[in-house]
Nanobody, 125 residues
Framework: QVQLVESGGGLVQAGGSLRLSCAAS????????MGWFRQAPEKEREFVAT???????KYADSLKGRFTISRDNAKKTVYLLIDSLKPEDTAVYYC???????????????????WGQGTQVTVSS
């Protein structure tokens, strides 16, 4: 497992943008598949985006176009850029990691064995 620490959340007006960061510890970051999930109040945790070790990406169908996942292996950090924020984007955003040297896209919460503590994103209308 790796240790993950998210940051970058906050209160933002609708239409604005945020970039969330997830810093990982350990030596194997470049061989990790990374994911972002979110959980709104009284809702289940849902998949947002995933990034393979090789840099290919997959997004939740309902969120395509406004979310961009990326990684910086030198900084051991994965990012989630959210544009055109909407009030319904309000949630705690979590990053997740698992070892993987394939181009499989992992979209389920049970696919990952390391999780961060989450960062709150609140979008006001």
């Amino acid at each position: 497992q790796v240790q993950l620490v998210e940051s970058g959340g906050g209160l933002v007006q609708a239409g604005g943008s945020l970039r969330l960061s997830c810093a990982a510890s350990g030596r194997t970051f470049s061989s990790l598949a990374m994911g972002w999930f979110r959980q709104a109040p009284e809702k289940e945790r849902e998949f947002v985006a995933t990034l393979t070790w090789g840099g290919t990406t997959k997004y939740a169908d309902s969120l395509k176009g406004r979310f961009t996942i990326s990684r910086d292996n030198a900084k051991k950090t994965v990012y989630l850029l959210i544009d055109s924020l909407k009030p319904e984007d309000t949630a705690v955003y979590y990053c997740a990691a698992r070892r993987s040297d394939s181009y499989v896209y992992y979209t389920g919460t049970s696919d990952y064995d390391s999780w961060g503590q989450g960062t709150q994103v609140t979008v006001s209308s």
